[in-house]
C-alpha cells in the first residue's frame, strides 16, 4: 500500500526514470530527494496545491540538475525541491514569478485527488531517511575541485551540461583579472577568468608607444598581447593543472581574432567569454578548437538569440554557444551594455507588457526570456548571472531564480591579488567621499560605471584631448572606440584603464567599478585593528560565503 501510494503521487515514477536516462540514480540523488520532501512542510505542501506539483511533475519532469545543485528560494521549504523539475517548476515550491505551463493545470486536478498518495510517499520518505541533509545550498555545492584530469573533464561536462552549478571571476581589464588572482580564485573553487584586453601593453608600454610607424605600434602590440596571454595561461596552470580556466576578450579589439587563435592554440583554457560586441563568426572559429567552449556576454534575450541565429546561419554557421553570461547593467561595473546612463542606472520594478520599458534589465525577466528563446531551438545550456553579486544572499537569490552561475567583479576586484594597486584601492575605493557614477563619459558610445574622483573625472565629457599616440590613430583607420561627430577629440578609453592597472597606479586611470560597492564599504572584511584592511582572496570567499543562507545554518 505505502510502495503504491509512493509511486502513484507525485510523478515519482517519472522523476525516476529521468534519473536514470541522466545518469544521476545514485544513492546521492535518492538521499537529495528524501531530503528535500521530508523537509517541506505538509500544511505548506496542501496550501499550495499537491496536484499542482503532481501535475508539474507529470508533464514537466526533466532533470537539469545534478543531485548537488539544488534550488532555494528564501525560507519557503518548497523551493528545495526544484532542482530535479525543469522548466521554472518552482512557482508552487515558493520561487517567486515562477510559472507552471498551462498543461500542468489540466492535471493538477486530477493530482490534487490524488493528494493522498503523495503524502504517504512523503511519510515514507522520511521514515526512510530519518537524518537526512535538509540544507539548500552550500559553498561545497558550487565548488569547483578536481585532483586529475579526468576528474577536470567530468566535472567540465557537468558544468556545460547543467548538472553542476558554480562561481567564478570577472575578467577585469586591464591587467585587473591578474593571473594571481585568478589562480587565488581556482583554489578557492572557482572558475578563474583571466582579461585577454590589452594584457601586454603596460609590460612594453614604452616599447610600443615609442615606435612612429602605426604598423610598427600595432605589430608590437600584437605581440606584446599574445606573449602575455601566454604567459599567464602558464602561471595559472602551474598553480593549478586541473581547474577550470576561462579567458574574458573584448570584441572590438583589433587583435581580437588573434588573441582567440592564441588563447585556443595554448590548450589550457576551458571557456572563452567575449563582450563588448557579437563577434558573428566566432561560432565558425570555435570549430577549431573543440576543447575550449565559449560564452558570449549578453544583457538580454536579443543579443543571445543574434548569436544563436549566427551559428545557425549557413555562411557564418559553427558551434553553438555553450552558455551566456548574462550582466545586469544596473549593477555592474566599466562598459555597460545598455542604451544609455538611465538606462543602465534605472532600478524601478519591471513591467512585463513593457520588455523595452524600464528596468528590462531584471534578472528574473532576462532570465525567462532567454530560457523561452533557448527552447525554441532545443537548446539547455548555463546561464551566468553578473553584476551585483557581493554577498551570500545575491548568491542565494541568483540560483534560486534559477541560474546556474554567479560571477563577481568588484567584489575581487578589491582583493589583495588583484592588479589594483593599494594607492586607489585605499584613496578611492574605500573611501566613501567618491560616490559611483553612471553616465556616457566613454569614448566607446556605451554608458560606464566608475568612481567619480571629482572634476578630473567628472569633466571628461569636454575633455579636448587628440588620442596622438593611440595605436589605433590614423586618418583613414580611426580608432574602433572613437565614434564619428565630435568624440574624435575625447580622452583615449585604452590608455587611461591602462594607466589605473599601473604599480604605482597613476592619476587619470579610469575607476571602474560595481553599484554593489556603496554596501561593501561598510563590511567589516576591510577593516582590522581599527584601520582600512586588504582582504585576500580567501578572505573574501569566506566572508562572501558565510552570508548564504547554509553557511549560516552550519555556523
Not at 36 to 49: E, F, K, N, V, Y
Not at 176 to 189: H, I
Not at 440 to 447: D, E, H, I, N, Q
Not at 512 to 522: A, I, K, P, Q
Amino acid at each position: 500500500m505505502i510502495l503504491s501510494s509512493l509511486f502513484r503521487g507525485s510523478g515519482f515514477v517519472i522523476f525516476w526514470k529521468n534519473c536514470s536516462r541522466e545518469g544521476l540514480r545514485t544513492p546521492e540523488s535518492v538521499r537529495m530527494l528524501s531530503s528535500r520532501l521530508a523537509s517541506c512542510s505538509l500544511s505548506a505542501w496542501i496550501q499550495s496545491g499537491t496536484g499542482s506539483l503532481s501535475g508539474g511533475w507529470s508533464s514537466r519532469a526533466k532533470v537539469s540538475r545534478s543531485h548537488n545543485a539544488c534550488v532555494g528560494a528564501g525560507n519557503g521549504s518548497m523551493a528545495r525541491v526544484a532542482p530535479f523539475c525543469s522548466d521554472r517548476v518552482g512557482a508552487v515550491m515558493g520561487v517567486r514569478h515562477s510559472r507552471v505551463p498551462a498543461r500542468s493545470c489540466k492535471r493538477s486536478r486530477e493530482g490534487r485527488e490524488k493528494g493522498v498518495h503523495f503524502l504517504t510517499s512523503l511519510f515514507f520518505l522520511r521514515t526512510l531517511v530519518p537524518f537526512c541533509d535538509t540544507s539548500l545550498m552550500r559553498r561545497s555545492d558550487i565548488t569547483i575541485s578536481c585532483s586529475n584530469q579526468e576528474e577536470h573533464e567530468q566535472v567540465t561536462q557537468d558544468v556545460f551540461s547543467r548538472r553542476k552549478r558554480f562561481w567564478m571571476n570577472g575578467g577585469m581589464g586591464v591587467n585587473l583579472s591578474t593571473a594571481e588572482l585568478v589562480a587565488a580564485v581556482m583554489a578557492e573553487g572557482g572558475i578563474g577568468t583571466l582579461s585577454g584586453s590589452a594584457p601586454g601593453f603596460n609590460s612594453r608600454r614604452e616599447e610600443i608607444l615609442a615606435d612612429p610607424s602605426f604598423e610598427g605600434r600595432k605589430q608590437r602590440f600584437r605581440e606584446a598581447d599574445i606573449a602575455e596571454i601566454e604567459r599567464q595561461i602558464r602561471f595559472v596552470r602551474a598553480a593549478s593543472p586541473h581547474g577550470v580556466l576561462a579567458v574574458n576578450i573584448l570584441e572590438p579589439m583589433f587583435d581580437f581574432r588573434e588573441m582567440v587563435d592564441a588563447i585556443g592554440s595554448s590548450g589550457g583554457v576551458d571557456l572563452l567569454l567575449p563582450a563588448a560586441g557579437l563577434p558573428r563568426d566566432l561560432a565558425r572559429k570555435m570549430n577549431e578548437y573543440p576543447h575550449m567552449r565559449y560564452a558570449p556576454l549578453v544583457s538580454g534575450v536579443r543579443a543571445a538569440e543574434v548569436m544563436i541565429k549566427a551559428a545557425l546561419n549557413p555562411k557564418t554557421g559553427g558551434r553553438l554557444p555553450d552558455a551566456f553570461y548574462v550582466e545586469l547593467p544596473q549593477f555592474a561595473g566599466g562598459h555597460l551594455g545598455a542604451r544609455d546612463d538611465k538606462d543602465a542606472a534605472n532600478t524601478e520594478p519591471a513591467d512585463p507588457a513593457k520588455p523595452d520599458g524600464p528596468r528590462k534589465f531584471d534578472k528574473e525577466v532576462i532570465l525567462e526570456q532567454i530560457r523561452t528563446m533557448l527552447r525554441k531551438y532545443g537548446l539547455d545550456i548555463p546561464l551566468i548571472l553578473a553584476g551585483g553579486i557581493a554577498y551570500g544572499e545575491d548568491i542565494d537569490s541568483a540560483f534560486a531564480t534559477d541560474y546556474d552561475a554567479v560571477s563577481k567583479g568588484t567584489r575581487l576586484l578589491l582583493a589583495e591579488e588583484s592588479g589594483l594597486p593599494d594607492s586607489l584601492y585605499y584613496k578611492y575605493y574605500l573611501d566613501t567621499r567618491y560616490r559611483i557614477a553612471t553616465a556616457m563619459t566613454s569614448p566607446a558610445g556605451l554608458p560606464s560605471r566608475y568612481i567619480d574622483a571629482g572634476d578630473y573625472i567628472g569633466n571628461l565629457a569636454t575633455v579636448s584631448q587628440p588620442c596622438v599616440s593611440c595605436i589605433m590613430k590614423k586618418p583613414e583607420n580611426p580608432c574602433g572606440y572613437l565614434k564619428p561627430g565630435g568624440r574624435e577629440k575625447s580622452y583615449c578609453i585604452a590608455q587611461w584603464l591602462t594607466k589605473t592597472a599601473l604599480p604605482r597606479g597613476e592619476e587619470g586611470g579610469v575607476l571602474f567599478t560595481g553599484s554593489r560597492l556603496v554596501d561593501m564599504r561598510g563590511d567589516p572584511l576591510y577593516a582590522e585593528n581599527g584601520k582600512p584592511h586588504r582582504p585576500t582572496t580567501k578572505e573574501t570567499m569566506a566572508f562572501v560565503f558565510d552570508g548564504m543562507a547554509d553557511e549560516k545554518k552550519e555556523a
